[in-house]
């Protein structure tokens, strides 16, 4: 079974307010009127285990506690730094969550505007604000490299089953690569390595929806 | 409204563009044009061509206008200064302002605004050519918008007017019938419930002639929801 096949099986396009017909729960992407069922956003339904879901197309990241993700800086506080993930706000990082022990008002020299991290997600509340972590497992500042965003629906797709899509597209650069949940990607490696994985990835952002994706990324890779 | 004139708006049941009385113009809706926004839609409804873009959720700012248990929809509604037979005075005006007004409102229904406290969704729509009916245009645009850029809401909203001319009420009125008919009634509606969410009225109509406008504009958004509907599936290339 590929990939592409089983992703393309039983997906079925809604559009928001598109009634769903169902016995299962609700899960994301749905909303309930009148006890009825109903779509809240383009994407495709999903009917299993009890729950019925709409993953959608596109949207912003919405963070979940425990997500590893790609953050950059655009401010620094005193003690905070604020890092954009991609979410609808920027997330917040309190130097008590870094690896570093930073004297009160010296948190640019540890983390500059524009500088990334690899972070954890620890804390959402019902506001919508939220904090990262640096210290967890493997988090840690990313030096050189670079960064490309993509849609955060697509990261699965960019992952692939069992991160068969991603060891593709390292095993053909010989690059780095880490993927983080909120669609931000970051490659290391030689320049034209980063050039041409970049590409790959791009590519599959750009065509996440279409069948056929894993031989395509193949022969970009050969080239 | 007020205009006079020697042209025969409607003639044997027929209007002058060759519509009959309940017939829309030809729509053609394009969603996901622009790279840079969250979500896009470009929409040509007869002569108008009106682009959409939608960024957000995102921090609102100003922040007094932040609502602290939902999100707000700033949408802003520009006719470009080549988009009309005289130039047009570019940036907002009185009536883009109510436009922007009317459809922030009429978004707020829809959009699952809750979801997001603090948060605003701006909604930009550019009229690039004008030929009467550009509010329901850059209404419909930008529903499409808000669902390509995957913003949770209940329903997409249809936007279409009716009219009066030669004391006939028609549907979905051109630059003509908007300038010498007698009436103009633009509406969106919720599909899902048959909730009204905009509903304006230039001229004059009768209790009777009020009815049957409601009833021809809301068939009109009807039909304009299955283009809608449509040009989504056409741009995810799948099947609803």
Redesign the interface.
């Known amino acids: 079974m590929s990939e592409e096949s089983s992703v393309t099986s039983n ?9 769903m017909e169902t016995k299962s729960k609700p899960g994301k ?1 749905i ?1 309930r ?1 009148e006890g009825r069922i ?1 779509s ?5 339904s999903n009917d299993k285990s009890g729950y019925i879901n709409v993953n ?5 990241y919405s963070p979940k506690v425990g997500d590893k993700i790609i953050a950059i800086c655009v401010e620094t506080g005193p003690s905070i730094w604020r890092m954009d993930i991609g979410a ?3 997330s917040t990082l309190h130097h008590s969550e870094s690896s570093w022990k930073v004297p009160f008002g010296d948190t640019a020299r540890f983390l500059a505007i524009g500088d990334a991290i690899w972070a954890e997600i620890f804390m959402v509340d ?3 604000t939220h904090q990262i972590s640096l210290k967890k497992d493997d988090c840690r500042k990313l030096y050189s490299g670079t960064i490309v965003k993509v849609n955060p ?1 697509n990261v699965t797709r960019v992952i692939g089953m069992q991160g068969s899509m991603i060891s593709l597209i390292r095993d053909n650069t010989k690059t780095r690569i880490q993927i983080g949940q909120n669609g931000y990607v970051w490659i290391d490696g030689e320049g034209k390595d980063i050039a041409l994985a970049q590409e790959a990835i791009e590519t599959i952002d750009r065509e996440a ?2 069948e056929g994706l894993t031989k395509k990324i193949e022969k970009l890779l050969e080239k | 409204m007020a205009g006079q004139t020697d042209m025969e708006l409607i003639k044997n049941g027929i209007r002058m563009d060759g519509r009959k009385p309940d017939e829309l113009r030809e729509v053609k809706i394009v969603a996901g044009v622009l790279d840079n926004a ?2 896009s839609c470009y929409l040509e409804w007869g002569n108008n061509k009106v682009y959409a873009g939608v960024f ?4 609102c700012h100003p922040r007094h206008k932040q609502k ?1 248990d939902r999100a707000i929809v700033q949408a802003r509604y520009t006719m470009a200064p080549f988009s009309v037979n005289d130039r047009k005075r570019p940036g907002l005006d009185r009536r883009s302002t109510e436009i922007s007004y009317i459809v922030s409102q009429a978004f707020e229904k829809v959009v ?1 605004v809750e979801d ?4 605003s969704i701006r909604v930009d729509m550019q009229v690039v050519e004008a030929h009467a009916g550009t509010r329901c245009a850059a209404l419909t645009a930008a529903s499409v918008a808000l ?10 909203i249809p936007s279409c007017a009716a009219g009066k001319v030669n004391d006939v009420v028609v549907l979905d009125l051109n630059k003509e019938e908007d300038n010498y008919g007698q009436a103009d009634l633009p509406l969106a509606i ?3 419930t048959g909730e009204v969410v905009l509903l304006q009225l230039d001229g004059h109509l009768t209790p009777d002639e009020f009815e049957q406008a409601m009833d021809l504009a809301t068939s009109g958004c009807m039909e304009l929801y299955k283009k809608m ?1 449509h040009a ?2 056409n741009s ?5």
């Open positions: 997906r079925k396009l809604v559009l928001p307010g598109d009634l992407g909303f009127s109903h809240s956003v383009v994407g495709y959608a197309i596109a949207g912003r609808s706000f920027n019902a506001a919508g629906t929806t279409s | 969250d979500g957000g959720p995102m921090e602290a699952m997001f406290p603090k948060a669902a390509d850029a995957g913003i949770p809401m209940r329903d997409m919720i599909p899902s509907r989504l599936e995810y290339g799948g099947k609803a």
